[in-house]
């Protein structure tokens, strides 16, 4: 039933004592039972929204809620809806689909606290030429970068095709020559530009910024493994060069919340800024495991507090290698979806 309440049955964990209980909606809900889960055991009351009844996150979520599309006119006043009527305290994105539209919603939401930077901020950041141009503007590290009709005469090869707007690495192309190039550009379906390749080390940082802009902690990790674009194995490393760019970054673009940051460290000893998503990281759980307690964090900051930053404070070495799950559900009352069994197999001694 679209819209309609569904009240969580499974006993939640045990969690970390908070201050006050504070419900948060997480947005776009998906496949993020990591970050429900995580909010859950910080101590907020869980609401998770999604247009898929299908969406795993749902079902470990203490309340789900079906909504509109995120391009359907009734999203952003379904959203609201549900804030009064579970007296929400923090709106929480989990994708890129809806960070400009709920970043310009702050007033519809309110008094939810929309954990977001400005809209001119997610628009920049969704499209990666505009992200491009504002690194350059607020004087960030980018690799050298151009739309197809301005590309200089000779480009040091190879390139990347990349899309403009997109996620999950889809439409990106490798150019070893000019021929090549004129053929991706040719080739790709959707807007894209043309970016010089990196050719150092790349790194994740995760961040995550109070209301002011103010960076609370910045935690790099290695990139071991990453399928699809999304980091599936990693380890957190104590360099504090990464740390002060992870830091300078976000505060120089005046980020709020969440934010992964991935950059690359160069020969030259120069770190380009590669993208920016204003939102938890695909690798959520490894800056958690390092003690980042950034929903611990963006709980206070809903319930009105200021956390003082304590950059660098996180465990180092700690390594994530991440595995396929799933939920099984049977047909309930009224036609709706309930958890059947979440058993994972024993172990085979």
């Known amino acids: 039933m679209a819209g309609g309440r569904r009240i969580r049955r499974r006993r939640r964990p045990e969690t970390v004592p908070s201050a006050a209980v504070t419900a948060v909606l997480f947005t776009c809900a998906g496949q993020r039972v990591d970050i429900v889960s995580a909010f859950g055991q910080a101590g907020a009351r869980t609401i998770a929204t999604d247009a898929n009844p299908l969406a795993p996150a749902l079902y470990h979520a203490d309340e789900r809620e079906l909504v509109p599309r995120v391009d359907d006119p009734a999203y952003v006043p379904r959203l609201a809806e549900l804030v009064r009527t579970h007296d929400v305290g923090l709106v929480v994105p989990l994708t890129d689909l809806d960070q400009e539209l709920l970043a310009s919603s702050r007033d519809a939401l309110a008094p939810a606290v929309v954990l977001l930077p400005d809209p001119a901020v997610c628009e920049a950041l969704g499209d990666k030429w505009l992200a491009h141009l504002l690194f350059e503007e607020r004087g960030i590290a980018s690799p050298p970068t151009w739309l197809a009709g301005e590309l200089p005469a000779d480009p040091p090869y190879p390139l990347l095709v990349k899309a403009r707007v997109g996620f999950g690495s889809r439409h990106i192309y490798r150019a070893a020559n ?7 550009l040719k ?24 209301l002011d802009g103010r960076c609370l902690n910045a935690i790099p990790r290695t990139m071991i493994e990453s399928k699809g674009g999304e980091s599936i194995k990693g380890r957190t490393i104590k360099d504090w060069e ?26 030259d000893g120069t770190h380009p800024i590669t993208d920016i998503n204003p939102r938890f990281g695909g690798a959520f759980p490894l800056p958690t495991a390092a003690g980042s307690r950034y929903p611990e964090l963006a709980i206070a900051i809903a319930n009105g507090e200021r956390p003082e930053p304590r950059v660098g404070e996180f465990r180092e070495g700690v390594v994530m290698t991440r595995f396929f799950s799933h939920l099984t559900l049977a047909a309930g009352s009224g036609g709706t979806l309930e958890p059947f069994s979440e058993d994972l197999p024993e172990p085979i001694v």
Do not use: H, K, Y
């Not at 673009?253 to 690359?264: E, K, S, T």
């Open 242 to 267: 990464l740390i002060e760019v992870g830091r300078s970054v976000a505060e120089t673009l005046r980020l709020v919340g969440p934010a992964n940051i991935q950059c690359f460290r160069e020969p």
């Open 178 to 184: 000019r021929e090549e190039l004129d053929f991706f």
């Open 187 to 210: 080739f790709t379906p959707v807007p894209s530009m043309v970016q010089s390749v990196c050719r150092g080390e790349e790194f994740s940082i995760d961040v995550f910024c109070d």
